[in-house]
């Protein structure tokens, strides 16, 4: 069965560190694999995807994820966090064989310091 | 390009009433997928509608069903409410084709919050 685990349920860190939210998956079959954004009140947000290639995923707002296959991972890094990044992440993973559908880790929160 | 539309935004009802909660998707995505996000449960997934037939199914019970329509609208509905339907209701849409991963990225829309008392 799927299934999606983000050790982390928050995390603080100061404006202008770096940043790196974990995710583990679980998967028989070709994973694709997504981090999105939510913003209290809001819906989500797709950050960046991996699908195949290049394990080093580049998103939007600077962010990046790095796939590794032996170790079951798609951790997402930030170099320098911002206060605007201030947010719940969520990792997805999905298969084309059988259920259309994501499963999502449970969420990390994110609290950027001044 | 707009991006996923979802009415009302926010919602009361009372124990027992039904609700029906709108979507509509991007322009040109022909499937719907519709999840429940609650603090406990985060999100879970509850069905997914492609060409106006139900495609896939989350372990959700008979009191929640929905529909999709030509245009690719979508609405769901929650019979004989509970409290514990009291969540944010989330709607995506995606290309439908199954041969390449774009089936599975999915764009969210605001969010429909209801509350039942």
């Known amino acids: 069965a799927q299934s999606v685990t983000q050790p982390d349920i928050h995390i603080t860190v100061s404006e202008g560190a770096s940043l790196e939210l974990r995710c583990n998956y679980s998967?028989?079959?070709?994973?694709?694999l997504f981090w999105y954004v939510q913003s209290p009140g809001q819906g989500l947000q797709l950050l960046l995807k991996?699908?195949?290639?290049?394990?080093l995923v580049q998103g939007i707002k600077g962010f990046e994820a790095e796939f590794k296959r032996s170790q079951s991972s798609f951790n997402l890094r930030k170099p320098s966090v911002h206060w605007s990044d201030a947010a719940e992440y969520f990792c997805?993973?999905?298969?084309?064989?059988?259920?259309?559908?994501?499963?999502f880790g449970t969420g990390t929160r994110l609290t950027v310091i001044p | 390009k707009a991006g996923v539309t979802q009415t009302p935004r926010y919602l009361i009802k009372t124990r027992g009433q039904q609700v029906t909660l709108s979507c509509s998707p991007i322009?040109?995505?022909?499937?719907v997928s519709w999840y429940q996000q609650t603090p406990g449960q985060g999100l879970q997934f509850l069905f997914e509608?492609?060409?106006?037939?139900?495609?896939n199914k989350g372990n959700f019970p008979g009191r929640f069903s929905g529909r999709q329509f030509s245009n690719s609208r979508s609405e769901m509905n929650v019979s004989t409410l509970e409290l514990g339907d009291s969540a944010l209701y989330l709607c995506?849409?995606?290309?439908?084709?199954?041969?390449?991963?774009?089936?599975?990225?999915?764009?969210f829309g605001p969010g429909t919050r209801l509350t039942v008392t």
């Open positions: 995506a849409s995606s290309l439908a084709s199954r041969t390449s991963g774009l089936a599975l990225e999915q764009y």
């Open positions: 509608y492609f060409s106006e037939t139900q495609r």
């Open positions: 997805a993973v999905g298969a084309l064989t059988g259920a259309n559908n994501l499963f």
């Open positions: 322009s040109g995505h022909r499937s």
């Open positions: 998967y028989g079959a070709t994973p694709y």
């Open positions: 991996y699908f195949s290639g290049d394990t």
